[in-house]
């Protein structure tokens, strides 16, 4: 189970903080990434973090901007979004892999509700 968290309202080049919560699967053997999915698009890919936290990957798009990090003993991912841009507004997401590594490939089998960011310009 993955319950995302720490969506709101932030001004554009303001910071935000989303947390994944994730219960019921071996957090140190899974990947975990986040996605987002705004107004009239679909869904895209955002940032993963491997199972053992050792590496991680971002898209273009946020790449210098968001920090993906895990804190094993809280089975926590939090994504950290500086400088925020009207074009990061959208429902994120939280998935888990199977799979250790976070590799562009990796398939997520588990996902949380959204949380929503609205980056007011």
């Known amino acids: 189970q993955l319950q995302a968290s720490g969506g709101g309202l932030v001004q554009a080049e303001g910071s935000l903080k989303l947390s994944c919560a994730v219960s019921g699967l071996p957090f140190g053997r899974s990947a975990v990434g986040w996605f987002r999915q705004a107004p009239q698009k679909e869904r895209e890919f955002v940032a993963a973090?491997?199972?053992?936290?050792?590496?991680?990957y971002y898209s273009n798009a946020v790449k210098g901007r968001f920090t993906i990090s895990k804190a094993n003993a809280k089975n926590t991912v939090y994504l950290q979004m500086n400088n925020l841009e009207s074009e990061d507004t959208a429902v994120y997401y939280c998935?888990?892999?199977?799979?250790?590594?976070?590799?562009?490939?990796?398939?997520?089998?588990?996902w949380g509700q959204g949380t929503l960011v609205t980056v007011s310009s």
């Open positions: 998935a888990a892999s199977s799979d250790p590594y976070a590799r562009p490939n990796t398939r997520y089998d588990y």
């Open positions: 973090v491997s199972g053992s936290g050792g590496s991680t």
